[in-house]
């Protein structure tokens, strides 16, 4: 199988893009990862910042959702698999709507969070392909899909 294009969605307070990033680089997987922009200013900036600011908070957080939504929808539309990261700091509702999308265009879907949010996920879950709970096992999950071997 030739390479993969992978979606990483999810909560941008942990290292976990960069744990799956470094993991497939090492394991010489062929992979082109893309994101969400994880910059939180930019990502809530935007639409003020390209289109012009705004009295009310509603409409500025609009257009921001907006452009950010053009970019998730065009990223999620090319990638072969979508990975999801729920941490439990922060309610992830964008991530429940981007794990939402890859489901209904078809996408494989990989979930990725602790035990603790097994419960409250289950519907996310039920929806994935695989349900992982270290950035590990994604890489594990990624190899496998590439190349048919198990690191045993």
């Known amino acids: 199988?030739?390479?993969?294009?992978?979606?990483?969605?999810?909560?941008?307070?942990?290292?976990w893009r960069e744990q799956i990033e470094q993991g497939a680089k090492a394991a010489g997987l062929d992979i082109v990862f893309t994101a969400p922009v994880t910059v939180h200013e930019?990502?809530?900036?935007?639409?003020?910042?390209?289109?012009?600011e705004e009295e009310r908070t509603f409409w500025?957080?609009?257009?921001?959702?907006?452009?950010?939504?053009?970019?998730?929808?065009?990223?999620?539309g090319k990638a072969d698999i979508v990975v999801v990261r729920f941490g439990d700091k922060y309610k992830q509702w964008n991530a429940a709507f981007d794990a939402g999308?890859?489901?209904?265009?078809?996408?494989?879907?990989?979930?990725?969070h602790d035990l603790s949010l097994t419960h409250p996920l289950k519907e996310v879950d039920g929806a994935a392909l695989a349900v992982a709970e270290t950035a590990g096992q994604v890489v594990e999950i990624l190899a496998y899909v590439l190349t048919g071997d198990l690191k045993r």
């Not at 930019?42 to 012009?52: K, P, Y």
């Not at 500025?60 to 999620?76: F, P, S």
């Not at 999308?101 to 990725?112: N, Q, R, T």
């Open 101 to 112: 999308i890859a489901y209904a265009l078809g996408k494989s879907l990989i979930v990725l």
């Open 1 to 15: 199988m030739s390479g993969l294009n992978v979606y990483l969605s999810g909560e941008i307070h942990t290292d």
């Open 42 to 52: 930019n990502s809530d900036d935007c639409g003020a910042v390209i289109l012009g």
């Open 60 to 76: 500025r957080d609009h257009k921001g959702a907006k452009i950010n939504a053009i970019r998730t929808r065009t990223l999620i």
